[in-house]
């Protein structure tokens, strides 16, 4: 159906249920219209550019430092904007989706910044895509509320001083919102959840004395993010805001994208607040890019593969280092870990790898960290407060000591670790599970303790497919085969059928199952899972 006095050339094709007027009014959607018509087209071109230069790195071609841009490297003198209101003491960040229960949790969790996420930790339903800016605007007009239907438990905001600061991650590049038409086409899911957001909570944000700040997923170039940076300004000119309002902080969570860091840091310069190591899905991206090439690039199971490892040594060190030199903040990686109320044992050893991971960040360098529950708050919390003390952060640490080369980076043989038919199972396990939820409407999953996203569900068949594209040895002598997978992921769901009983939902695990096989057993490989799993819904 077309919204209702829409402006022309836009038809909003999902149903408009209660509320959802006014986030869909017409000058948001004159807003939403104006950046696809102006961004789409370079949005496309970009695409087709990951494209190609996938298929130089299936052809033998290698990452490097860009030698066209070596003067931006060289040049010492520049900086990102200072550190905007809100964005000072960053020490602890919550991530989640932007349900009504989590967005309460999330800002009443005593974390200094929370991720609203409308990507990897939400599925792209158009009810959640909707609702999630209708609770981000509740949220700052404090007529946000939850009451738990099943305990009857009620959850309100704290007084505004005690929330934490909203920065929201849209979809990545790649993403389309297929329920918004402009000129036909479908739109670009980045512009969507962008737009929507800076239109009803920019002005709301600087009423109180902060800002629209975001969160930048998936980019692979600098040039990606100088799209960005051009969205940033023609939507603050559109709506009357100052330039360099907006702030934004990107995830370095691409092979790509680490050999870019500073500059993607000087393209968004003066919106610049930081990048983050988003080192799940930097796992996914190495697997993805160099699926095709052979032993060298063959990781070890998941589970085995550890910040200590040579090339995420050398991933991270390089984005402390190149954030402080520019005077951004260097964000740290997850804690995924769910604190069990029934088993302290499994408590006391989670906390302490957690406790260890936060440690080592701290210590390196960073500025402050994401967990993914609000126990782990303070945790993550009590580790930089150690190293920082009164201080907002650590930019004066600017870790001049690093030198990280090409081939640092590109070190993943020296990765330690096996592949286990342990490891394999897992894989299948945690992916069926995780695609069964996301596929009912839920993007963050609790599995075995952690808190998963699709990242987790990425890394899972991308391994699996490598490992039997490249006809892989199991640790105990057996080759991944299409028959060994098949036969894993038949008694892996066998065992979650019989583990979770009457609440197994038969239909939602045959949906999981092949959508699994589809991105798993193909001799194509799917760029991404979730792709495929969108073209699911309604």
């Known amino acids: 159906m077309a919204a209702p006095d829409g402006p022309e050339g836009i038809e909003v094709t999902g149903p408009l249920h209660d509320r959802y007027d006014e986030i869909l009014t017409p000058e948001a959607l004159s807003l939403l219209a104006a950046l696809q018509r102006e961004f789409g087209p370079r949005r496309e071109e970009l695409l087709r550019a990951r494209a190609e230069r996938q298929e130089r790195l299936s052809a033998g071609g290698t990452l490097d430092f860009l030698p066209e841009t070596a003067s931006v490297r060289a040049d010492e003198t520049w900086r990102v904007a200072p550190p905007a209101p809100g964005l000072e003491d960053r020490r602890v960040e919550i991530t989640g989706p932007t349900d009504r229960k989590m967005t ?25 895509m909707i609702e999630g800016q209708l609770n981000l605007r509740d949220a700052l007009d404090r007529t946000i509320d939850f009451t738990d239907p099943s305990s ?20 990545g590049w790649h993403m389309e919102e297929k329920h918004v038409l402009v000129d036909g086409a479908p739109m670009s899911g980045s512009l969507f959840d962008f737009g929507l957001y800076l239109f009803h909570c920019g002005r709301r944000q600087l009423d109180k004395g902060r800002g629209p700040y975001f969160y930048l997923p998936k980019m692979e170039s600098h040039l990606e993010a100088r799209l960005w940076n051009d969205v940033f300004n023609r939507a603050q000119d559109i709506l009357e805001i100052p330039r360099g309002t907006i702030r934004a902080t990107v995830l370095i969570e ?42 060298e690039f063959v990781l070890p199971e998941r589970n085995a593969i550890t ?3 040579p090339f995420m040594r050398a991933y991270t060190e390089l984005l402390v280092r190149t954030c402080h030199k520019r005077g951004a903040h260097a964000i740290g990686g997850m804690a995924a870990f769910i604190p069990s109320r029934r088993d302290p044992e499994v408590n006391k050893v989670a906390l302490e790898k957690v406790r260890a991971d936060k440690t080592r960040e701290s210590g390196d360098g960073f500025d402050g960290s994401w967990v993914a529950h609000p126990d782990l708050v303070p945790v993550c919390r009590e580790v930089f407060d150690g190293v920082l003390g009164d201080r907002p952060n650590q930019l004066d640490r600017l870790r001049e000591d690093v030198r990280v080369s090409a081939a640092d980076l590109l070190n993943f043989s020296a990765t330690p670790g096996e592949i286990t038919e342990a490891g394999l199972r897992n894989n299948i396990d945690v ?33 699996v497919w490598q490992w039997m594209r490249h006809g892989v040895e199991l640790a105990d002598g057996q080759k991944v085969t299409r028959e060994l997978v098949e036969r894993i992921m038949d008694e892996e769901l066998a065992k979650i059928r019989k583990e979770l009983g009457g609440a197994y939902d038969e239909p939602r695990y ?12 193909a001799d194509e490989y799917a760029e991404f899972l979730t792709t495929p799993a969108y073209a699911r819904f309604p």
């Open 307 to 309: 910040m200590t490892a």
């Open 104 to 128: 309460i949790n999330a800002l009443n969790s005593g974390a200094k910044v929370w991720l609203a996420d409308f990507e990897d930790a939400n599925t792209p339903l158009w009810t959640n």
């Open 510 to 521: 045959e949906q999981a199952v092949a959508l699994f096989k589809e991105v798993t057993l």
């Open 431 to 463: 992916a069926l599970r995780y695609l069964a939820t996301w596929l009912a409407g839920s993007g963050a999953v609790a599995i075995h303790n952690l808190m998963e996203d699709a990242a987790t569900a990425e890394i899972s068949r991308s391994q």
């Open 254 to 295: 691409t092979i790509p994208a680490a050999f870019e860091m500073e500059e993607i840091l000087y393209e968004l310069r003066d919106h610049s607040a930081g990048l983050n190591a988003g080192r799940w899905d930097y796992l996914f991206s190495i697997i993805k890019k160099f699926r095709d090439r052979g032993a």
């Open 152 to 171: 009857g438990k009620k959850y309100a905001l704290r007084p505004d001083e005690e929330l934490a600061t909203i920065v929201v991650r849209p979809r």
